[in-house]
T-cell receptor, first 113, second 115 residues
Framework: DAGITQSPRYKITETGRQVTLMCHQTWSHSYMFWYRQDLGHGLRLIYYSAAADITDKGEVPDGYVVSRSKTENFPLTLESATRSQTSVYFC????????????FGAGSRLTVL | AQSVTQLDSQVPVFEEAPVELRCNYSSSVSVYLFWYVQYPNQGLQLLLKYLSGSTLVKGINGFEAEFNKSQTSFHLRKPSVHISDTAEYFCAVSDRGTGANNLFFGTGTRLTVIP
């Protein structure tokens, strides 16, 4: 299917466990992003990537790791999950000339117990 | 850096009534402005955008917004809302540079349309 897909859509884990959220896009967009959405904070940028093997920190990167070995995939890993990382995570992408018009995935709701 | 303020966290409105969702931004440079809508259990989708040109921008589903540079505002309006407009609405701003980390979102306004 064309578009941007996230998996899993829902995940419950325990404090200290490693969790990876997957993001896959079919447009060959250069830019990909990870945001977290929390009540009262809107969306905050965690990490972004301008191309394969190029990643950079956003506003709230602590506790997260990303990689981008292929243009279409941009996984987000929580190496040791904490309760404060309970959130809804959105992946997004855009082309090089997208004027910051992003296309979002459906989101991954993560609960850390 | 830019920032966005959405003063109204929740806006209830009766069906077929008009609505305005307020957005103010701060920036020392020229900006792009966006409204995104998020329906329940879905990702965000672009409602409309201001890049340049006419300050009145029309979007999908009958929404429009007006860019007011002097008041640094980009309020979203619809003359007659429907039940299906119930959603969360996010205003966003970015500068006109080529950077990828320069898009900032407001905290959102939850629009509830009452039958």
């Amino acid at each position: 299917d064309a578009g941007i897909t996230q998996s899993p859509r829902y995940k419950i884990t325990e404090t200290g466990r490693q969790v990876t959220l997957m993001c896959h896009q079919t447009w060959s967009h250069s830019y990909m992003f990870w945001y977290r959405q929390d009540l009262g904070h809107g969306l905050r940028l965690i990490y972004y990537s301008a191309a394969a093997d190029i990643t950079d920190k956003g506003e709230v990167p602590d506790g997260y790791v990303v990689s981008r070995s292929k243009t279409e995939n941009f996984p987000l890993t929580l190496e040791s999950a904490t309760r404060s990382q309970t959130s809804v995570y959105f992946c997004a992408s855009r082309g090089v000339t997208g004027a910051n018009v992003l296309t979002f995935g459906a989101g991954s709701r993560l609960t850390v117990l | 850096a830019q920032s966005v303020t959405q003063l109204d966290s929740q806006v209830p409105v009766f069906e077929e009534a008009p609505v305005e969702l307020r957005c103010n931004y701060s920036s020392s440079v020229s900006v792009y402005l966006f409204w995104y809508v998020q329906y329940p259990n879905q990702g965000l989708q672009l409602l409309l955008k201001y890049l340049s040109g006419s300050t009145l921008v029309k979007g999908i589903n009958g929404f429009e917004a007006e860019f007011n540079k002097s008041q640094t505002s980009f309020h979203l309006r619809k003359p007659s809302v429907h039940i299906s407009d119930t959603a969360e609405y996010f205003c966003a701003v970015s500068d006109r540079g080529t950077g990828a980390n320069n898009l900032f979102f407001g905290t959102g306004t939850r629009l509830t349309v009452i039958p």
